[in-house]
């Protein structure tokens, strides 16, 4: 029997310009629908698991789509709320080179950010499952939503959950401050914590010694001090940091530390020519989540993840549509992307 | 020099799937802009006026995006403010046969829903010009912009213009009543009142006798009664109705009626093929607004509108991008669809 | 609890050519999945019942993409084997007016019609299901595949299911003979029977005196008599015959026939501007199992039955997505194609 | 060994706005080449014969292009002359209802308006040939032209071959005075002329009494006389003429009127949904070219053509992609449009 | 109000194969216009300047599509003439790594190569504006075209208006003696000279010692001495020279130089991963057109300028759409492509 | 006269995902056709030859599309035989960075495979030709295919013409045991072999030392030592060996070496920007058997093949659309990807 994981968030409409266009040379825009729980639960059921997505969306053909989009990759949707006024949408113009990607949020009013506490009967949602996942961005989405996951997560780790967030700030939900109270309450919940290279200063004002985003130069060093301070303040198991070099909008470079509260575990550094970089965050979380649930070691484990974020990267669309053996073969040493007949 | 026309109204991004695709199955949206005041100041560029289009967009790539749509048909889109949150959505899944089109909104806290009495200098944006056009989409928007429609409805009568209104009773942004007392104020300054064969009945609660809409069995004598109630309860100088029979999504018979208090002028009827419907009615008052300021006379200017918008059932989009000449052509009897080479 | 209904048959790669384009100019294709018994799975997940998808797909990208395709529209398909050498594939080209579509079949040595009887537990599968569904497609892929339907007919019609097949005659599968001979045998455990107007008499011999399918001539009495004749020779409970006339690739009449060994019911027919033709069939199945299920009446039944399938036709794809609703409301009258706000 | 024809005259590069848009809102072209002689060339060669095409294409890859697109269909295209400036182009938006389709063309300073008389070799060219082809567009695109035309229908003539010309009138090449003296002259080696139901008018002078092109009302007795004034006055062996009603750019009417000097054959009228009506003229030819060819009788010969240019009008693009099987299939009253399996 | 900058030249209808396909294998073009100066006119219109573009284009919807092209992106279009016989045209197949990027032009006869010195009212055109530009490809275009271009820059002159000039060589419209001819003699009226790494040879014969442009070894030294050879014969206050270094045809490097007759500027360079090199020269010229209109210094001048045109690379079409804010910040340093949100 | 080449061997559609898709998220492929010596064909009647492709397709649309492809590019399809079932196809997921191409094959069963002695008379097909070129992959389509490749061997070399082989494993076809016994028969006619840096081991179990794939380590000692064992125990005039350089799925180095049993002439090496990979082995056969017809010494052959393939990489499909020129160019060193107008 797969292991239950349960993923709490929102959907968005992801509307992009083909061909690298600009939006305003656009005529018409792909249509895929994602978010950053969501993303993670179509990872975990690409990986066989029973990943279970949890949000509301209208009860409109566009609410459906996404609950159908969710579906075609065998993500359980049937804990998924109906009703509320909208889905959340992001608009999204892929940048090459010197000319960066740009996100275009109309997120505001949307079902899940409008959703209140009944919608969800968490002891039920939760019974059998093995991990409860969120990120930053849910509890930013309004006091109600931080609410709701709060009550989440507290009845999973009652009920024995592992529980994990992604930090993910996003400075058009909230501010710094609000950040910090509300996500503060939610860590005393958290097992295993991921961030990016800036979440955690931006989230609880703990800086990374030594590194400078915008030119890409990371020092392993800043990482770990950073990844200690929180699981000091926290107590987490685990504290995952992805850590991405932008050369440019066409190519990164990717790799991940992974802290158990004892030793450091780098990653394997991939440099990527870049398909889709939405997403790639995510992916690395379901990695994550998938490889410690299998009982994988911590290198391994952050190698998994790594190595499957990588492949994301690579394909268009905000969910990580790769299998197991994939990642596995990858990790193992082939990056050498010939053809596989 | 061309005649200016002013048009006040929201413009929506319209998003609509390919060849016949239920919602559910999309994997891509055509991209285009449209609204009802908008879509009538295209015509009128079309037709060589200086058609001002007035709203206000959000300071984002999606609001230039709706402004360069316009630009690129000739709209003058001076007098567009800035500001607010998001442009509102439409999206549209074209039916066919006895499979109607699906319009799905997504229209609430656009920019020009919450726009404020201050955005718009109607002084300044009225000088000079000869017409002032607005649906009853429009008020129905807020409260705020009925009160802003209202102030450039009674500074166009004041300055001297003719004030043409589209009745377009929307039944997601209002109630009956809320609209007979919002829209009856603003009839004071109205001259040109549009209405297709529902409006007046859902509007004003003037009925049609001897109509049954779903079946499409339309009397003209009961029609003429309509008109001659709205002349009589407002002081129009003309009311034009349109008479849509919906055989089935693919075909509809389209004529209209023109009242001008004393005469009643009936067009021609055409038997369509639709390719697009939406924006049918609002080619026909750009038609009809056209026709009256070029100073054609009621039989040629009901025939005129009709012709107009008869043919823009037939471009995918919007707005109807035809010339006179075109609309000239049909109206003398060439509906064959001979190849012109 | 939704109703659980078990289909059984095949699913297929489905490549068809945009805009009408004939094969020989094609440098795309349209891809979706479908077959006969999928494609009822599919019309009854829309209706909201717990339809489930039996076959044997291979165990590569192209057969998860079928399986991808099932799930998205919310069919269960934890009861499909893997295996076997290749997804069957057909080729579409789609017709207009006096050009007829044309199918091009690339179907033998499929994983389905090599599957082998104990690729199925058709016990555990069947458990708790209220409905068993195949067509005459099924049988005739191969005799193994001919054998395992007879298990599956049998242990449902054993564990109390009704059991329905469309006996879908396939010229390119197998000869009357070979059909007559197999398909006598499996009648023995249907209840419902669902033919065409040409499926009787190419399986059983039975013709419908007075009917001339080329020109599109069906004179009801003859239906009549061919339906009373099945339920003669094999006691359905219900005989339902579609009755397509097609004036040309474009325009068909589309009506239908249910005899319940008492009475005739005659539903209303529908003229219908074609989109997609192919599932057209499957649709009505669909609608009638639903409708039957949901304890309607024979001519409330027929009624739903037809009009599902008359949406279906307005399409692209195999499958059918129209809600209940929706279908209520052509049910109802309303064909008018107006557009929906 | 299949007989071997030769058609002579311009092939364009056509590029058509996609999905009935107009030109003003297309972002892309659909692309593809055409020409009057070149569509009858792919028809002949689609009905196995050995179809050769001869014209003056540039020396650069949008030449190539179209000689590629040629061969695609199995004309052969090895007499072809390169050199020149360029291709000439004609842009194609594609009407519906009363919207009519609309042809820009650019063909001015073409390769082959440019072309001279020592391009081609006609002894050459027309060695071992049965039939030579051309219209009335290819002396129009210049004296020179006009001139190597006049060179090969002699030498068609005097190698005993066939000759036919489509009249084929476009008013942006030349003025009627000018077709006229030009085409009476090269009709003194035409064996079988083909016109439209306005050609004969435009270019000799000779009226179809009781027809209004426009209003579509075409009389039979009208089209006699045409015929027979055309026999009179230039001794061709047959006379065709094609009765296209246009009832709406989506809709037409499709006939055709052969005389043999003796007796007039009216062919079967088809009422054709239209998806691409450019090309339905010359595929009217190459049917009637084939038909005549292959030994058939007048009235065989008439039908064949007439079913082979309806099939024509439901495929995209300039040439005509059927069969003999599928025309005879139609000849023999199959228009029924059922799924071919 | 915004500076008024006139820009005189071509505008061509651009026809591109998508997805790097070679020309014979492409079934469909994409559509866009563009030329040298209006690519110009359109970067300055980006940057909110009243871009006033000038030029005839044939009274067709094709002439007009350019119009409406330009409208689009807020160039004004009010100046330019109608008439002529055809739009040029350019056909473009994008390359990638070593197989070159192909531009097969067919330009001649365009309504501007025939316009005669009536079309334009210059001291009408040039009224209340600050600057005029036109490049080496609008004199080439004919006789009568150079006759036109020196009228408007002797006129521009006259009125006070800075004039730039980008060389431009093209050696499909004429011969090195002919430009230098005609080109010096303009040279008399402009203050800004524009030249890539090879125009000046190829123009004016004046060579940059140590450089080889198929390998792509730049010399600084040899363009510091072809800019001084520049200022010294033509008396220029700003010349400004593009340094391209081709690695292939998906990698760039891209700089520039800028000389005031005192100092040389050089900018920082780009190493671009190329989406559409069409028009990076012209986007150059627009950033620097803007930095001087804006009093940027020499130094940030030519930064601006090179970055303005690093971004156009990654944008298809010829027009570069981007804003100041994001020019400034590719400026500041963030070359690093980081997702925008 | 240009030589006529005989090409023996399978055609199969491809079906690939457009954008870098995934199987499981495309709704489209891309339609084209190739195969190992159908690719070879089409090289070599791009560089002038007269290009005979021989194999067998069914006799539908899917076959004839096929035919229809590859005399778009002028291949020489008379020789192809018509029947049996079906015609193979592949899947193509194109890969990117770390992410592998990925090849599903679905060929069993096709034409080809089935074919028969009787259905090629090869004395007729080999007459008036001087080459003969068949791949590793036509004899393991079956064992009757192996002995038809064994007759045309044969035959051609009774005729003195000059046999290529390219070894071209493929491991879902045959086992190397079964490959080595067949292919060692064949090898007594080849004159010419062909190998990739894995064939000779997997076919012959030659090794090359030195040498690790899955890491890219080639070492041209080892390959050179596997050429000396190739002509020692076969006897060819020369060997060619591809060498690719896996650096990832976008990236990768491109060079070979040529053996004349007495010289090793090592090619110039490319560092290509991949577009489509598949069919590159393919076209540097072509451009080696071109370039040895032509009667180039081993140093230019070898480049010129080297070239060649080097562009196809930068062409999507299996056909390489290059000129001689253009291969020429970019032996002589212009890989600089600069704009040709």
Chains 1, 2, 3, 4, 5, 6 share one sequence.
């Not at 792909?30 to 009860?59: I, Q």
């Not at 295993?192 to 130069?217: L, R, T």
């Amino acid at each position: 029997m797969a292991a239950k994981v349960v993923c709490f968030g929102e959907i968005m409409l992801r509307l992009s310009t083909p061909g690298y266009q600009r939006f305003v040379q656009a005529q018409s825009f792909d249509v895929t629908y994602g978010g950053g729980e969501a993303n993670v639960a179509v990872s975990l059921a690409n990986f066989g698991l029973d990943a279970c997505f949890v949000t509301k969306v209208p009860n409109n053909p566009i609410g459906q789509s996404a609950v159908n989009h969710l579906r075609r990759f065998g993500v359980n949707t049937s804990y998924i709320a109906r009703g509320g006024n909208r889905l959340g949408i992001y608009f999204l113009e892929t940048g090459a080179s010197q000319r960066p990607s740009k996100v275009v949020y109309d997120r505001a009013h949307s079902a899940i950010a409008e959703a209140r506490t009944e919608d969800f009967n968490w002891p039920e949602i939760l019974a059998g499952a093995r991990w409860f996942h969120f990120t930053g961005i849910t509890p930013a989405l309004s006091d109600n939503v931080a609410e709701i996951t709060l009550v989440a997560a507290r009845t999973a780790k009652e009920l024995g959950l592992t529980v994990s967030c992604d930090l993910n700030y996003r400075k058009n939900l909230w501010t710094p401050e609000k950040a910090n109270q509300v996500m503060s309450r939610l860590m005393e919940y958290v097992d295993v914590c991921i961030a990016n290279e800036e979440d955690a200063e931006k989230v609880f004002g703990i800086k990374a010694a030594g590194s400078d985003i915008i030119k890409g130069a990371l020092s392993d060093a800043g990482y770990q001090d950073v990844a200690r301070q929180l699981v000091e303040r926290f107590g987490f198991k685990y504290v995952a940091i992805t850590l991405r070099e932008s050369y440019s909008a066409s190519d990164n470079g990717w790799s991940a530390l992974l802290y158990d509260g004892k030793e450091f575990y780098k990653s394997r550094k991939y440099d990527i020519r870049i398909v889709d970089r939405v997403g790639g965050g995510d992916s690395f979380g379901g990695g994550l989540i998938y490889a410690l649930l299998a009982g994988k070691g911590p290198e391994e484990a952050i190698n998994f993840a790594v190595a499957a974020s990588c492949l994301k990267h690579t394909i268009p669309g905000d969910f990580n549509m790769v299998s197991i053996d994939e990642v596995e073969n990858l990790v193992k040493g082939d990056g050498s992307g010939r053809v596989q007949r």
